[in-house]
C-alpha cells in the first residue's frame, strides 16, 4: 500500500515539474520573440491593372515603384533621375508575374528580383532598409467634437482601415491592440489622448513588439490633423526611460495625413537601420574614347553616353591628351551597352590595346609622355574642356603599369574612337 503510493507521488512529482518545465520554455520563447523583428517581403507587389495602352508595362513599372519605396523607406525615390530611366523598362528587374483580382477588379501580381533592385538602389545612391524589420504596437485615439474614441483591431473606427493599408504599402508591420478586457482596463481614452507613460507602457506590455506608435487622430470636417509619437523602445522600459518619442504632424484628408505619418514613421527606421548596398562590379564598366580634341566633343560625348537607356550615371575617370576614360554605371548588362553605343554615329568599337604597342611607346621615350601629358592639360584648358577637367586629369592620370607581354582586354573595358 506505502508502495503504490509512494509510486503515486514519484509519478505526480514528475508530472508537476514537467508542467513547470514546459511552462516556463513556453515562456522563455515568447519572451525571445517578444523583440524578434518581423521578416518582410519588400519584393512582392500586386497592383490594380488599368484601360490604358501598354497596361501591362505600366502595372510592371507601378509594381517597381512601390518595391522600390518598400525597399528605401523613401516615398521620394521614384523622381530620381537613374530610378526614372530604369522605370522606362522595368521587366529587366521583374522574377515573375501572374494575373490576379483586387476586390474584383483585374490586378498583377509581381516579385522582383532582389539583387537588381539593390544594385538598382546603389546606383541611385539610396539606402537599403533590410527585410527584418521593427514590430510596431500602433495605438489610435480619434478625437470628433470632443469625443474620443480608441481604435482596436476591430473596431472598424474609420482610421484603421487607411493605417493597416499605409503600413502594407511602406512595409512597416504594425499590430493592433486587440479591444479586450485587458487593454480596456490598463488603459483609458483620456489617458492616452494626454500621453501618459505609466498606463501606455502597461497596456502595451503584453504585445510582442518592438516599439510604439500613438497616433492622435483629430477629426475636422472632411479633413483630419495626425499627431504622432513613437517610442523607439521595449514597451517595458517606456515609463522608465528618460529618452524622449519621435514625434511628427501631419495634415489633409483622413487617409493623406494617415499615410504621411506612416511614411515619415518608415522612413525614420529605414534610416536607424539602414545597409550598406554594394553595386556588383558587372554593373558598371570603364568606357575609354579617343578623339576627344575639343570642349565641345567632350561634353557632346557625355551628354550622348547619359543619354542611352542602359546608362545610369557617367562620371570621369581619367584624362589623357586627347584620351578620356568614364566610369559607366550600367542598368542593363554589358552587351546591351554595347549594342546601344555602336548604334551612334559617332562611335566606333575597337579592340583593346595589347601591353606590347603600349611598351614599344614607352620605351621610345618615357620623358615625352610626362611632356605630352603636360601639353594636353594646357590644350584642354586652352580647348575650354574647363579646369575642373585639367584637374581631374592631375589627381587621376595615374603611373603606367609594369609592361605585360598579355593585351589589356577585360570584361568591364570598352574602347572607343570618336568619328569627327
Known amino acids: 500500500?506505502?508502495?503504490?503510493?509512494?509510486?503515486?507521488?514519484?509519478?505526480?512529482?514528475?508530472?508537476?515539474?514537467?508542467?513547470?518545465?514546459?511552462?516556463?520554455?513556453?515562456?522563455?520563447?515568447?519572451?525571445?520573440?517578444?523583440?524578434?523583428?518581423?521578416?518582410?517581403?519588400?519584393?512582392?507587389?500586386?497592383?490594380?491593372?488599368?484601360?490604358?495602352?501598354?497596361?501591362?508595362?505600366?502595372?510592371?513599372?507601378?509594381?517597381?515603384?512601390?518595391?522600390?519605396?518598400?525597399?528605401?523607406?523613401?516615398?521620394?525615390?521614384?523622381?530620381?533621375?537613374?530610378?526614372?530611366?530604369?522605370?522606362?523598362?522595368?521587366?529587366?528587374?521583374?522574377?515573375?508575374?501572374?494575373?490576379?483580382?483586387?476586390?474584383?477588379?483585374?490586378?498583377?501580381?509581381?516579385?522582383?528580383?532582389?539583387?537588381?533592385?539593390?544594385s538598382l538602389l546603389s546606383q541611385a545612391h539610396a539606402i537599403f532598409w533590410p527585410q527584418l524589420r521593427n514590430n510596431v504596437l500602433v495605438w489610435v485615439i480619434e478625437d470628433q467634437n470632443f469625443e474620443r474614441q480608441i481604435g482596436w483591431e476591430q473596431s472598424g473606427l474609420d482610421s484603421i482601415a487607411p493605417l493597416q493599408a499605409s503600413s502594407l504599402k511602406a512595409g512597416l508591420p504594425i499590430t493592433l491592440p486587440l479591444g479586450d478586457m485587458d487593454d480596456m482596463t490598463h488603459i483609458t481614452a483620456p489617458e492616452l489622448w494626454g500621453s501618459f507613460d505609466q498606463p501606455l507602457a502597461k497596456a502595451s506590455q503584453r504585445y510582442p513588439v518592438d516599439g510604439v506608435l500613438v497616433l492622435k487622430v483629430t477629426r475636422m470636417g472632411d479633413g483630419a490633423q495626425v499627431d504622432w509619437a513613437l517610442h523607439d523602445i521595449a514597451p517595458n522600459k517606456i515609463a522608465t526611460t528618460q529618452r524622449e518619442p519621435v514625434t511628427g504632424s501631419t495634415e489633409g484628408s483622413l487617409q493623406d495625413s494617415i499615410n504621411n505619418a506612416i511614411v515619415q514613421v518608415s522612413a525614420y527606421y529605414a534610416k536607424q537601420n539602414k545597409v550598406a548596398v554594394n553595386q556588383a562590379s558587372d554593373d558598371s564598366l570603364l568606357g575609354h574614347f579617343n578623339g576627344i580634341n575639343s570642349a565641345q566633343n567632350f561634353f557632346t560625348l557625355e551628354r550622348m553616353l547619359k543619354g542611352l537607356s542602359s546608362v545610369a550615371a557617367v562620371q570621369v575617370h581619367q584624362i589623357q591628351g586627347d584620351n578620356i576614360v568614364f566610369k559607366i554605371d550600367l542598368l542593363s548588362d554589358v552587351e546591351e551597352f554595347k549594342k546601344e553605343a555602336v548604334n551612334k554615329q559617332q562611335l566606333t568599337q575597337i579592340q583593346a590595346p595589347v601591353a606590347s604597342d603600349e611598351l614599344t611607346q614607352q620605351d621610345a621615350s618615357q620623358e615625352s609622355v610626362t611632356q605630352e601629358q603636360s601639353s594636353g592639360n594646357e590644350a584642354a584648358v586652352a580647348d575650354g574642356v574647363s579646369a575642373d577637367a585639367t584637374a581631374i586629369n592631375a589627381k587621376q592620370t595615374t603611373p603606367a603599369k609594369e609592361p605585360s607581354s598579355q593585351p589589356t582586354q577585360d570584361d568591364n573595358q570598352l574602347w572607343f574612337d570618336i568619328k569627327e
Not at 513547470?20 to 521578416?39: G, H, N, Q, R, V
Request: aromatic share 10%; proline share 4%; glycine share 4%.
Open 1 to 118: 500500500m506505502m508502495m503504490g503510493l509512494s509510486c503515486l507521488i514519484m509519478i505526480f512529482d514528475r508530472f508537476i515539474m514537467r508542467y513547470i518545465l514546459t511552462s516556463f520554455l513556453c515562456l522563455l520563447a515568447f519572451s525571445s520573440a517578444a523583440y524578434a523583428k518581423t521578416k518582410v517581403d519588400i519584393y512582392h507587389v500586386e497592383v490594380p491593372m488599368t484601360d490604358v495602352k501598354n497596361a501591362k508595362t505600366v502595372a510592371w513599372a507601378q509594381g517597381l515603384k512601390q518595391v522600390l519605396i518598400k525597399a528605401s523607406g523613401d516615398t521620394k525615390i521614384i523622381n530620381n533621375a537613374v530610378v526614372k530611366k530604369a522605370l522606362t523598362d522595368p521587366s529587366d528587374y521583374l522574377a515573375q508575374f501572374e494575373s490576379g483580382s483586387m476586390d474584383d477588379t483585374p490586378s498583377m501580381v509581381m516579385d522582383f528580383s532582389p539583387e537588381p533592385v539593390q
